[in-house]
Every structure is written in structure tokens, then in C-alpha cells.
């Protein structure tokens, strides 16, 4: 079960003083073969969570570098029974939390209760739609929990801590902060207010907290893991694979994180 998977996985990382680096990586890009060597090459390095990008046409969600990985994908010939087979792949070798990062036109056109299905059985532990409002989230909610998945909730910087009470209630797995408004990419920097996002949040919930979009260095990493149990890199890993240089990078963000939690 999902949630058992994402549970176990912060429990260990609490116990052993640290905090978690969630990972994002295209499902296909820049085509199948290399793109499952990737994953596989991140989580040997040291991922603790997996979020695998469903790709789409038009993720409106995402910068200039994940929007290029998804059309790459796309038109190397990746669809979701292909990110299904990934998954399985994975978790022949891996125990890792997956989760199914993407959009809800693709999950919606499979249908919501197929999607499930068919990730649950391949081994995914949680979905993560961006587009798809609290409000309307409801039945794929009601699916994934039949099935045993979570669906992530994100909570932006602009969420007042009211409404986030609300999304969060009946929230599972954990909850994905994001730091900036806009589109996910590399920034210089960290957000200054996100110390004080992340104390109104943990007035709202008691699930671990992942901060993400925009961290692209250890040293941003390591600022982030003060405040937040894990810390989202995305962007700077697809750039990374493309260059040759994942798995050095994914070594130094978990060292930076892997040592975070100790006081």
C-alpha cells in the first residue's frame, strides 16, 4: 500500500536524523532505455522518494526544462502504459516510494478508476496532479484510497493557513510545499518566508512536509531541510541527466540532507 510505503520511508528517515530528497525525473526522456537508466542511476546515488513525471502536452505547471522533457518523451513514444512499465521495472529492484507526478487530462482520459488500477498494480505508492483544484478533487481522491494510493496535496505560498487546514484534513502521505508562485525551474535562491509557511503548515498537519521548486544545489537543500522534513529537486536533475551529471548531483544533495536532521 502506498501509504504504508511513504510512511515507513519518513519513520526511517526521522530515526536515523535526517531529512528526504523527493527527486523528479521525466518518465521517457529522452526515450525509454536511457530514461529507466536515470531512475535507476538516482536511486542508487540516493533518492528516498521518487516522483516519476507522467509526460503531457502542455504541462502548464512546469519551466522551460521539464516542458522540454516532457515533449522529448512524448516524442520518443511514452504514454502512461509506458510509465506503468517503468514503475514495475523499478520496483522489481526497489522498495523506493513512487510517486506518479502529472496532470489530470492523461488520468482522466485513461479514467480515474483504470489509472488507479493500473498504477497500484504496477507498484506506484501516490499520485501528484498540479492542475487538479481541491475543490474538484474528490472522486480521484475516493479512488486512489480504494486502490492504495495517496494523492499528494500542494499547498502554495499563497494558501491562507485556513484553507490549507481544509486540503489537509483528510490529507495522506505527505504534503508538498511549494516555495515560489510561478512555474517549477532553478532559482538563485531559497524563499525567505518559508521558515514561517512551513510553522503556519505544521499547525494544519502532523503529515511530513516536502518543500520544493526552485532548490537546485546542496546548500539550497540543506537551507530548506532546516524548516521541512524533505526537499523537492526537479528541474536541476533533468538538466543534470542531460549533462551527464546525475548521479553526482543526487550524491551531493543527499549528503547535504542525509546529515540535515541531526542536532
Do not use: W
Request: net charge neutral; hydrophobic share 45%; charged share 25%.
Amino acid at each position: 500500500m502506498g501509504t504504508d510505503r511513504i510512511a515507513r520511508k519518513f519513520a526511517e528517515l526521522k530515526q536515523a536524523g535526517r531529512k528526504g530528497l523527493v527527486g523528479y525525473l521525466t518518465a521517457g526522456d529522452p526515450d525509454a532505455a536511457k530514461s529507466l537508466g536515470f531512475l535507476r542511476e538516482a536511486v542508487r546515488e540516493g533518492l528516498d522518494i521518487l516522483e516519476l513525471g507522467v509526460p503531457f502536452s502542455d504541462p502548464t505547471a512546469d519551466g522551460p526544462t521539464i516542458q522540454a522533457a516532457s515533449h522529448r518523451a512524448l516524442a520518443a513514444g511514452m504514454t502512461p502504459d509506458g510509465v506503468f512499465g517503468m514503475v514495475r521495472e523499478l520496483r522489481r529492484e526497489s522498495d523506493i516510494p513512487i510517486v506518479l507526478f502529472g496532470y489530470v487530462n492523461p488520468v482522466f482520459a485513461r479514467g480515474y478508476e483504470k489509472f488507479c488500477a493500473d498504477a497500484a498494480d504496477a507498484g506506484a505508492d501516490a499520485l501528484l496532479v498540479v492542475d487538479l483544484p481541491f475543490e474538484e478533487s474528490g472522486e480521484l481522491d475516493r479512488v486512489a484510497r480504494e486502490k492504495g494510493l495517496c494523492l499528494v496535496q500542494l499547498i502554495a505560498p499563497t494558501t491562507p493557513e485556513a484553507r490549507a487546514r481544509r486540503i489537509l484534513k483528510d490529507a495522506r502521505g505527505f504534503v508538498y510545499y511549494i516555495m515560489f508562485r510561478g512555474v517549477t525551474g532553478a532559482r538563485g535562491s531559497t524563499a525567505g518566508d518559508a521558515a514561517e509557511r512551513l510553522a503556519g503548515l505544521r499547525r494544519a498537519t502532523d503529515l511530513p512536509i516536502a518543500a520544493g521548486f526552485g532548490v537546485s544545489s546542496a546548500e539550497q537543500a540543506a537551507e530548506v531541510a532546516k524548516t521541512a522534513d524533505a526537499v523537492v529537486v526537479g528541474s536541476a536533475l533533468v538538466r543534470a541527466a542531460q549533462d551527464g551529471r546525475l548521479g553526482s548531483l543526487v550524491r551531493d544533495l543527499a549528503g547535504a540532507l542525509h546529515g540535515a536532521g541531526r542536532r
